[in-house]
């Protein structure tokens, strides 16, 4: 603990308290909420107006500005999934368990929303809905496992047990993530290679990239608003006989 | 630019405006469902917290 500056542990053990969590999370909401819809005015402004057709796909390139940031939102939140679930695992600590189980439903969501736009991109531009390409397949076996995810935890009524068997299965499937990741590198897929995340310079036009980097930092706020909003609801129903959540509804009676 | 030719994007409009109404509806669900299931969870809890005190 000690190469970690002492206010960031005290923010950490504060933020572990339910009462000041659901107290925090409720102060923080407006902000993030604020700052999510800038971002998506921008983003979507700057990708759906001013940027120009592209050369090749015309304005059906335009459905990159949700495709692209809801798949880096798909892998992205299965591992702070499995992260929060696996120090739940090994700490006991309730709210890592509540963040892992409040982040799935919200990732299974970008999953979801990747496949379809992805699908509905794929039909003007290869002339097919789907193909079962390596890329495509592993984007679908992620959402199979954030639906198990949800599945299991709804199934066990125990919910610290519950959490103790989805941190399992969700770290398990981590190895699909580097799968969906280097997929287009590793086997040839009719789904394009990477444009942003390439070493060399990205291939694409900075009037196109900086409203998909916008839309990226904006789902990054929305997945945090999304989660804390299932994160406060699962820790009233796992709270629901503490004396916190008594006075809370007595004093709001008043 | 004028507004018909921005909504007609390219001859593509089905295709876009289907992907973005569909995200759309699927984030607002993310957000009301869990704020509803909460705002009637707090009413049951306050209900029953009057129950026993009567």
Redesign the interface.
């Known amino acids: 603990m000690f190469l970690i500056p002492d206010p960031v542990v005290r923010f950490f053990h504060r933020m572990a308290s339910p009462p000041h969590f659901y107290a925090f999370t409720q102060r923080l909401m407006p902000w993030l909420v604020v700052i999510f819809l800038l971002l998506t005015a921008a983003g979507l402004y700057g990708g759906l107006y001013l940027a120009p057709a592209d050369y090749q796909q015309g304005d059906s390139y335009r459905i990159i500005y949700i495709h692209v940031p809801s798949a880096w939102m798909s892998l992205f939140i299965y591992v702070i999934m499995a992260v929060a679930g696996c120090i739940g695992l090994v700490w006991r600590i309730k709210l890592a368990e509540i963040v892992a189980i409040s982040s799935a439903p919200v990732g299974a969501s970008f999953t979801f929303i990747a496949l379809v736009t992805g699908s509905l991109w794929g039909k003007p531009m290869w002339g097919t809905w789907w193909v079962w390409d390596a890329r495509l397949t592993s984007e679908l076996i992620l959402l199979f496992l954030y639906l198990g995810v949800i599945g299991l935890y709804g199934a066990i009524d125990d919910k610290r047990t519950a959490s103790r068997a989805v941190a399992i299965l969700a770290l398990v499937g981590v190895v699909n993530i580097p799968v969906i990741h280097y997929s287009v590198e590793w086997w040839n897929t009719l789904h394009q290679g990477p444009t942003v995340t390439k070493m060399d310079k990205p291939s694409i036009h900075v009037s196109m990239l900086v409203p998909l980097l916008l839309m990226a930092v904006a789902f990054k706020f929305y997945y945090v608003i999304a989660m804390l909003q299932r994160a406060r609801i699962e820790l009233l129903l796992r709270e629901r006989n503490a004396q916190w959540v008594k006075n809370m509804v007595a004093e709001s009676k008043q | 630019?004028s507004m018909q030719e921005?909504f007609a994007?390219?001859?593509?409009a089905f295709?876009?405006w289907?992907?973005?109404g569909?995200?759309l509806c699927?984030?607002l669900?993310?957000?009301i469902i869990?704020?509803v299931?909460?705002k009637k969870?707090?009413r049951a809890?306050?209900l029953k917290?009057?129950r026993s005190e009567s």
């Open positions: 630019m921005f994007m390219g001859g593509y295709y876009v289907t992907s973005y569909l995200t699927v984030l669900a993310n957000i869990p704020v299931q909460r969870f707090l809890l306050a917290q009057k």
